[in-house]
């Protein structure tokens, strides 16, 4: 008999069944739209040391003293503009997309796959997701940031969160981390499918795809971060699949990337610069996509679909589409089922 099976004194910890839980994570995003919750947010977020990699002694007077009195009121307005009653974009199509995941995992033997989802800045946090997977029996968990381009400032932080509550535990899960996936066929076939999908049903014909990645200081690629190398290796990759179709033989793919803050030189070309000088240069019909981000969130709905919109028009051209990312469209969540169930091998 083992020890599990005897008769347990009343004040014992619960006994765990050795499930197979999947944590989904994205960036994170303000639980209102308004002044205080922005700050609250972005006062956790860029004071992530993967993210601003300034020393703390030099970064957080000018956090505090500035960015914190300055920066919240212009981003909950750009937040109001995205927000829908399902609260912010982010989380709400990353919850659908835990939702969509765990009909497709869920009825495996074992006791099946728990799929719960966080955001790495603000709520649900990590530490309270992964303990719900643990209450919930599952002792082997897959970590999987849903970030397709490896970056230290995303992927790499949401491993530090996670690790952070293993570090406080007595029992741990085992845990297992997605790895990137920028590069993998099943990514690249649900991008040109989707994004495919989403040209065919526009009422003009682009003349120009800008793929558009979130960008990073240019430092962040000198210092060895293959972010840089992944984005362009997704967008090649994509611009072949589409090839490969022969439906869009005279569409130019242009690659940028976007949201720079601050002051320091990021990685170029940059996505507004670009949208300005193809509405200059005689570009009238122009579609961008955003393969690097899993979800719509503010930077596509506001940053790309209102403003960048608003540039390109400005600038001489005159037809202009978004195109959705992934989200939870067919090709997106087969994509997702696919790459997770490679990592959950011999789990379930
Ligand atoms: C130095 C600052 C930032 C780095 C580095 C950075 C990297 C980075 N971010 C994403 C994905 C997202 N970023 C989002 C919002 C956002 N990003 C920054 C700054 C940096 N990002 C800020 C200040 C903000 C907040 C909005 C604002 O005030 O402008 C989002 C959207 C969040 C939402 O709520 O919708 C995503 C997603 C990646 C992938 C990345 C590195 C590769
Ligand atoms: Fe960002
Ligand atoms: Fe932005």
């Not at 509550?165 to 920028?182: D, F, I, K, N, V």
């Amino acid at each position: 008999m083992t020890w599990t099976e005897q008769q347990l004194p009343a004040d014992h910890p619960p006994v765990k069944s050795g499930k197979v839980g999947v944590l989904v994570v994205n960036l994170g995003t303000p639980e209102a739209a308004e002044t205080g919750a922005v700050r609250r947010y972005l006062g956790e977020f860029l004071s992530d040391k993967r993210v601003i990699e300034i020393p703390a002694l030099v970064w957080q007077p000018i956090l505090r003293g500035i960015i914190l009195n300055t920066r919240p009121a212009k981003s909950a307005a750009a937040y109001r503009e995205v927000w829908t009653d399902k609260g912010s974009p982010l989380a709400a199509i990353t919850a659908d997309q835990a939702i969509g995941l765990q009909e497709r995992l869920g009825a495996e033997t074992n006791g099946g796959v728990t799929v719960e989802w966080a955001m790495r800045y603000g709520k649900p946090s990590i530490p309270e997701a992964l303990e719900a997977l643990m209450d919930g029996g599952c002792e082997r968990i897959l970590l999987a940031p849903l970030y397709p381009q490896y970056c230290a400032a995303t992927t790499a932080t949401v491993v530090d969160k996670a690790a952070d509550w293993l570090r406080e535990r007595r029992w741990q899960a085992s845990l297992r981390t997605l790895p990137p996936y920028h590069d993998d066929p099943a990514y690249i076939g649900a991008l040109a499918t989707d994004l495919g999908r989403q040209l065919d049903a526009l009422d003009f014909v682009p003349e120009v795809l800008l793929l558009s990645f979130h960008g990073m200081p240019q430092r962040t690629l000198d210092l060895g971060d293959p972010y840089h190398c992944h984005c362009r290796k997704t967008a090649r990759l994509l611009e072949e699949a589409m090839a490969q179709t022969g439906k869009y033989p005279d569409l130019r793919m242009v690659t940028t990337f976007q949201s720079r803050f601050g002051r320091a030189k990021w990685l170029e070309p940059a996505t507004d610069t670009t949208l300005e000088e193809e509405g200059v240069k005689g570009t009238k019909r122009l579609a961008i996509a955003a393969p690097g981000f899993s979800a719509d969130c503010l930077e596509t709905l506001e940053e790309l679909a209102i403003r960048g919109k608003e540039q390109f028009l400005e600038a001489g051209g005159e037809q202009f589409a978004t195109l959705s990312c992934l989200n939870t469209s067919e090709p997106g969540m087969a994509m997702l089922e696919t790459i997770i169930r490679r990592e959950l091998g011999g789990w379930i």
